[in-house]
């Protein structure tokens, strides 16, 4: 019995070595590649792109490629969201790989230590996802790749050596996560570039841009001598860049911008005569450029800006016929702007503003035809500015400011019509400015201010029709203000005839600039009294008028009793009797009047008065409603009474029955639009005046408490707000059975229809959606910050946002709008339209200007992506996923024009800018001002 329970035992023992041999033998031996797939595929959860991996040959499956033998030699899953790691793909059955291409499929954490098993990858693409943590050093065993690209991560390299003296740092064994791994995922210390890189001595591209690298570039690289293309720009690497690196003969594209290199450049750059694009700009450098920069004739695209560059152009500029691009401004480059510089037919961009260039302009420069921006501000340019410049037909920016010409503006320039931006301010030039400046039908933004420039104001000037910046200031015009400029109605910014001579009345006509914010005439030699008109400009913000010889009561408008006394001073005999060291006017019955006029609410505007009785008890309603507790009973009610009150306007009395015609009774057939409070209708009246009315939605004969809220909060900011970019309203009406807002008819609809519709989004091109989401930004800022109290919207979004004939903004629908009061909480309701309320109203009703803030920035996702974003905020809030959102696959694919270079860095700067006003954080988010401080830019 003992012998057979011994060899019961013996037996169960060799089974159970046996099993155990066969499970050891099994677990070690290599995978075959279709386990490997499939386990990999099994990690990832159930995605679509992996529908075909079914069966046992991966060689039909989507993404997988083999040799005739049936060997896996490529695997490219490129732009299909993975959403998942590399952890679990066994590389090590993959022998025979050629090509891994994973490029935008959102994979995240750390690329495999053990990636250099695939002795045989020749191609790499792991860039635009969200890997982190080191740039694993046992890539130094793919000797055979020829392109390798990990940009747009979270990579930090490898770290310092130093901190792990026991050698601890090597790489570790397949499976095991060693102390180096460690420290980078749990404390995110910042690391060096391996030196190992410089073991692929094959590569032809490496691409390491967008990650966080730190400490100087490894001299390895410069042992890459096939390399073509290396990128390294948008790091952190410090210390000099690599002396040895004008071995790498074959470079044709180095890009090391917006790093913390400084330091000289090296000289012998200028050999590496394949060079077509250098991007040193955004660092610390110092020193001279290489002066055979240009040497093999091949520079395309050369940027130095904000750098301490010293000493001359580089010499081999002058006749590098190849240059498209060219950015040197922000240093402090010397030389001759005309001996240094030649004639370049393919030069589109060209800014070497301050420095500290001189020399005149030759005629030569007029055969640059292709340049479309020419800014040599902020330098030491003499002489005159040659008649030739008149050639350049393409160009759309002319900065000359800030230097030493001297002479007359040509006339020809006004032949430029593609000009938006010109500018010769703060120069020596004298004489009349020609006619011919009307020619300049695109201008937008036009300064000869701080000039010599004598005659009168031309009155062609008024066929500028865009302008919305014009400054003329600090020069010696005479004679009288053309009436004409009254039709300049896009100024917005500024119009500025300061310190001249002119003379004579300011014209009735300047009145018409409504949406004009800054105006100042002061400093010249004007008479008369202030036009009343003037009270018209609704949108001013600043006024000057001091230094003249005015004289008479100041008009009624609000602008003239709310800024600095100091606007009027120095005038003939300018009286009021509210402004400090103004005198005080004799009242005749005119001023009398004037002055009771002055003294009534800008909402007498939009309402005319009935009996006295009732205007005084629905005010009395009012002001209860709008100061009252923040919450009444649900059974509170307001009655409405039959005419109680009727919509005026700016022309005349509009009564209830002629809107109520006009509209057959509000039929359906005439609303172009509905929101939460209620329809919007177009309205043409008798007159040919067109306008849109907003029905309020009731239900009954009587108004509950929220409605009348959300009816006078409107009536409230509207008529206390003016801004170009922001909707007119012009009255209102609490009568009968319907109660409605009249106002501006703005003509093409809302931002919302338009980039739903495929045809009529085609019809906002890159710069229009610019202009629309800065109109939004301007608008903003100004009732988060020139309003007191400041006010804030609570409803941003597309649909809110109407579009002019010319396709300015128009901020809309001012419902649910409140004025923030100092010294209290601002708990209000939630208020907003889902999707663009910040994620704070889930747990606070706490309101402050940082909610619109975050509206904005989906607003501005939306604009460039054409439609709303969707899911893609809460990627764009993770840190992580971020990186695998770039700007150019969100982009609305619907409009197809090429993207100049220009309007690509506003994009870029629009993309960044919503992102940061998304931010989860309040606290983190921008304010206003400064987004829209950003997009002027």
């Keep these: 019995m003992a012998n057979l329970e011994n060899h019961v035992t013996v037996l169960a023992f060799l089974v159970a070595w046996t099993a155990l041999l066969v499970s050891c033998k099994i677990g070690a031996g290599p995978k075959s590649e279709t386990e490997a797939l499939l386990q990999w595929k099994q990690s990832l959860g159930n995605q679509s792109v992996f529908e075909s991996w079914v069966g046992s040959s991966p060689c039909k499956w989507r993404g997988i490629t083999c040799n005739n033998v049936g060997n896996v030699t490529v695997i490219n899953l490129a732009y299909n969201p993975l959403t998942g790691t590399l952890q679990n793909l066994d590389l090590s059955a993959f022998p025979n790989l050629l090509r891994l291409d994973l490029k935008f499929t959102k994979l995240t954490g750390p690329i495999p230590e053990n990636i250099g098993v695939v002795s045989k990858l020749q191609f790499l693409d792991l860039s635009s996802n969200s890997f982190h943590g080191t740039l694993p050093l046992s890539l130094s065993n793919l000797t055979q790749v020829y392109e390798l690209d990990v940009s747009r991560n979270n990579l930090t390299g490898e770290l310092d050596s130093r901190l792990f003296p026991d050698g601890s740092n090597s790489v570790p064994k397949t499976g095991l996560l060693s102390l180096r791994h460690l420290l980078l995922q749990t404390t995110g210390l910042g690391g060096k570039l391996p030196e190992e890189i410089g073991n692929l001595k094959h590569l032809f591209l490496l691409a390491l841009d967008e990650n966080n690298f730190v400490g100087s570039i490894p001299q390895s690289i410069c042992n890459l001598t096939e390399l073509r293309i290396l990128r390294l720009n948008q790091n952190q690497f410090t210390g000099q860049i690599p002396s040895k690196i004008v071995a790498l003969r074959k470079l044709t594209d180095l890009r090391l911008f917006s790093n913390y290199l400084s330091g000289s450049v090296p000289e012998e750059l200028g050999n590496l005569s394949a060079l077509t694009v250098l991007h040193l700009a955004n660092n610390s450098f110092s020193g001279h450029l290489p002066p055979q920069i240009c040497k093999g004739g091949k520079l395309v695209n050369f940027s130095t800006t904000f750098n301490s560059f010293t000493g001359s152009i580089p010499i081999s500029l002058k006749n590098c016929s190849t240059l498209y691009r060219v950015r040197l401004e922000y240093n402090e480059l010397t030389g001759d702007i005309d001996q240094d510089f030649g004639v370049y037919q393919n030069l589109s961009y060209l800014d070497l503003s301050y420095n500290k260039l001189r020399g005149q302009l030759s005629p030569k420069w007029g055969q640059n035809r292709n340049l479309t921006m020419l800014n040599l501000a902020g330098n030491m340019i003499s002489g005159k500015i040659p008649d030739e410049i008149a050639e350049l037909n393409q160009l759309v920016r002319l900065d000359l400011s800030s230097n030493q010409l001297s002479g007359e503006i040509p006339a020809q320039l006004g032949k430029l019509s593609q000009l938006v931006f010109f500018s010769l301010r703060d120069n020596k030039l004298s004489g009349d400015v ?504």
């Design 434 to 937: 020609a006619a011919g400046i009307g020619g300049l039908s695109n201008l937008v933004s036009l300064d000869l201010s701080m000039n010599q420039l004598s005659g009168q104001i031309p009155v062609q000037i008024a066929e500028c029709s865009k302008l919305q910046f014009l400054s003329l200031s600090k020069n010696q015009f005479n004679g009288k203000i053309p009436d004409q400029m009254g039709n300049l109605l896009e100024l917005q910014a500024l119009l500025d005839l300061s310190y001249n001579s002119l003379s004579g009345e300011i014209p009735n006509q300047l009145g018409r600039l409504t949406s004009l914010e800054n105006l100042n005439l002061s400093h010249n030699d004007l008479s008369g009294s202030i036009p009343d008109s003037l009270s018209s400009m609704i949108s001013l913000l600043d006024i000057n008028l001091s230094y003249n010889r005015l004289e008479g009561p100041l008009p009624n408008g609000t602008i003239f009793h709310s800024i600095k006394p100091d606007a009027f001073s120095n005038n003939k005999g300018l009286c009021d009797d509210q402004i400090p060291g103004l005198q005080p006017c004799n009242h005749s019955s005119v001023t009398q009047k004037r002055r009771e006029k002055s003294k009534i609410k800008p909402l007498i505007v939009i309402v005319f008065s009935l009996a006295s009785a009732l205007f005084l008890a629905f005010s009395i309603v009012l002001i209860i409603i709008l100061a009252g507790p923040k919450q009444a009973p649900k059974n509170e009610r307001i009655t409405k009474t039959d005419n109680l009150f009727s919509v005026q306007y700016f022309n005349g009395k509009i009564v209830y029955e002629d809107i109520l015609k006009a509209t057959n009774n509000f039929d359906d057939r005439y609303c172009i639009g509905a929101g939460q409070s209620g329809k919007v209708y177009r309205v043409e009246m008798t007159n040919g005046k067109v306008f849109a009315v907003k029905k309020l939605h009731t239900q009954s004969t009587d108004f509950d408490y929220q409605e009348i809220k959300s009816f006078t909060n409107e009536i409230a900011a509207l008529t206390e707000i003016r801004h170009r970019n922001i909707v007119k309203l012009y009255g209102f009406c609490y009568q009968g059975r319907h109660t409605f807002l009249v106002y501006e008819f703005v003509e093409r609809g809302s931002l919302a229809d338009i980039l739903s519709s495929e045809t009529r989004a085609k019809e906002l091109g890159w710069a229009e959606r610019y202009k629309i989401i800065k109109g939004v930004a301007h608008a903003l800022s100004y009732l988060h910050h020139e309003c007191s109290p400041p006010l804030i919207h609570r409803d941003i979004s597309s649909k809110n946002i109407l579009l002019s004939s010319q396709l300015d903004a128009r901020v809309s629908d001012f419902g649910t709008s409140m004025f923030l009061k100092p010294e209290s909480s601002n708990w209000t309701t939630l208020a907003g339209t889902y999707g663009y309320m910040p994620p704070e109203l889930a747990y606070t009703m706490a309101v402050n200007e940082k909610c619109d803030v975050y509206s904005f920035g989906v607003l501005g996702i939306e604009v460039l992506m054409g439609k709303h974003p969707g899911e893609v905020i809460s990627s764009l809030l993770s840190p992580l996923e971020r990186k695998l959102i770039q700007l150019e696959d969100v982009l609305d694919n619907r409009i197809s024009d090429s993207m100049p270079d220009e309007v690509a860095d506003k994009l870029y700067m629009l993309w960044n800018v919503s992102i940061s006003c998304i931010c989860s954080n309040p606290e983190s988010r921008p304010s206003m001002r400064t987004v829209s401080q950003l997009l002027e830019i």
